[in-house]
């Protein structure tokens, strides 16, 4: 997992609520054996309209997706968020998130900024308005913010997970980090396992 400290870019209006996993990456992607190549498969049901946002060329490039309400309900697959990563968004900005899919973010280096409703509607609102619009997710000070239009707010990151973005920490990393424990441990194992005769 990669650090995430300050993520600046445009984005890309999904106003679409209570959006769940199989919409983000439909279950026909659930084949893949690998992490990548999931993009491809992002909305891939509402891609075949050629009107969708993530068609429009105006849109293109963007680090963020703000998204309608209760984003990402439904199954707890991981794929969701690989998927969302892998086509080049690094933030998603909501008024509420289901938990599994946060847990999901979290751990895979997603950030994902729960903000207060009027909060979402207006950056939805000014991103549709202006597609060269440029938002700041500031994972240091937990903030989210489009200078231009006036749109400031803070979201909630627990200490530990903010810790675990700006150190680029996924669940391995933060074990590794105990890696000399680890080692004493194991090196005294044998010590006081049950042991068969010889």
Do not use: Y
């Not at 995430?4 to 983000?24: H, N």
């Not at 049901?45 to 209760?70: C, H, K, M, Y």
């Not at 060269?132 to 000070?141: A, M, S």
């Not at 231009?148 to 590794?176: C, K, W, Y």
């Amino acid at each position: 997992m990669e650090p995430v400290s300050i993520i600046t870019g445009t984005a890309v209006p999904l106003d679409r609520s209570d959006v769940d996993t199989d919409q983000i990456i439909p279950s026909d992607w659930l084949k893949r054996v690998e992490r990548t190549g999931f993009g491809k498969g992002l909305f891939s049901e509402w891609r075949d309209d050629p009107e969708f946002v993530l068609n429009l060329p105006q849109f293109g490039g963007a680090s963020i997706l703000v998204a309608g309400t209760n984003f990402g309900t439904g199954s707890s697959r991981e794929h969701a968020v690989w998927a969302i990563m892998d086509f080049g968004f690094k933030a998603v900005v909501s008024s509420r998130f289901a938990d599994i899919f946060r847990n999901n973010s979290t751990k895979n280096g997603l950030v994902p900024v729960q903000v207060p409703d009027d909060v979402a509607d207006a950056l939805l609102a000014a991103v549709e308005a202006d597609p060269t619009l440029e938002i700041t997710v500031d994972v240091n000070l937990r903030t989210v913010s489009a200078p231009a239009v006036g749109i400031s707010s803070s979201f909630e990151l627990d200490d530990a997970t903010r810790e675990r973005f700006l150190l680029g920490l996924d669940d391995i990393g933060l074990t590794l980090e105990h890696a000399d424990a680890i080692d004493t441990f194991e090196a005294t194992r044998p010590a006081w396992m049950p042991s068969l005769p010889q």
